[in-house]
């Protein structure tokens, strides 16, 4: 089994930073893309910020130069980086991963999987 953990977010002031990180663990062979994605009430979930097993990145244009993705992989972590936060940043936040399993020696097709959420509120 594979599980996303998710910790950081919380209630930060307009123009305030912070910062969620996410872990992946279980019976992991590789990960390959690693990303934020949020969700606001009676909104749709939609995509923050995405980062490939090398290196390539990509961010909505909502958040460019004011968010900041990375990855160890050796520490199978991703984390996101808020700064210049604004009100309309607040939703839940979701770790989502592309993980390729192996279970007995066999590795099994890549599957995507979801953290559990934290929320992230911006308010004065």
């Known amino acids: 089994q594979v599980q996303l953990v998710e910790s950081g977010g919380g209630l930060v002031q307009p123009g305030g930073s912070l910062s969620v990180s996410c872990v992946a663990s279980?019976?992991?062979?590789?990960?390959?893309?690693m990303g934020w994605y949020r969700q606001a009430p009676g909104k749709q979930r939609e995509l923050v910020a995405a980062?490939?097993?090398?290196?390539?990145?990509n961010y909505a244009d909502s958040v460019k130069g004011r968010f900041t993705i990375s990855r160890d992989n050796a520490k199978k972590m991703v984390y996101l980086q808020m700064n210049s936060l604004k009100p309309e940043d607040t939703a839940v936040y979701y770790c989502n991963a592309e993980i390729t399993t192996i279970r007995n020696g066999i590795v099994n097709e890549a599957q995507n999987y979801w953290g559990q959420g934290t929320q992230v509120t911006v308010s004065s």
């Open positions: 980062v490939t097993r090398g290196g390539s990145i």
């Open positions: 279980g019976s992991i062979f590789t990960i390959n893309t």
